[in-house]
């Protein structure tokens, strides 16, 4: 009985300490910044889940915190972006509203963003068919 529980315990803080692994990773990986993303309508401090961004062929990819792949979670074009709000929320943290998403970040980082956005080549906005 004492080693299962045993077992179970240090298979949990492994598991624990490749996850803290994995977020030191991702934090602190060249080309992005800590983000946090809210998807849908919900109001106020719930709903804001922590990651990172990453801009990659015109696109923001947000990848969460907490999980196991180094996959995006989102991935979210420029071509037809826009901010319809921006406003600051706290602790040093700016949110952008793009549509259905919201973007929290750091003053720096949202500078870099609005650059982003703002630097897409005219061409990138014309639907050539």
């Known amino acids: 009985m004492l080693t299962i529980l045993t077992d179970a315990l240090l298979a949990a803080l492994l598991l624990a300490a490749l996850m803290v692994i994995r977020a030191f990773a991702l934090a602190r990986s060249r080309g992005s910044v800590p983000c946090r993303l809210k ?12 990651g990172v961004a990453r801009y990659a062929d015109g696109e923001l990819h ?50 870099g963003f609005l650059a982003w956005l703002e630097s897409a080549p005219p061409s990138a906005y014309l639907d050539v068919a």
Do not use: K, N, Y
Not at 39 to 50: E, F, K, L, M, Y
Not at 82 to 94: D, E, K, N
């Open 39 to 50: 998807v849908g309508p919900s109001t106020g401090p719930r709903g804001w889940r922590s």
């Open 62 to 111: 947000w990848i969460p915190f907490i999980g196991v792949l180094f996959r995006p979670r989102h991935a979210i074009a420029r071509r037809g972006l826009t901010v319809s709000a921006r406003r600051q929320i706290g602790g040093g943290l700016w949110a952008v509203d793009c549509g259905a998403v919201s973007l929290a970040m750091s003053e720096d980082a949202l500078t």
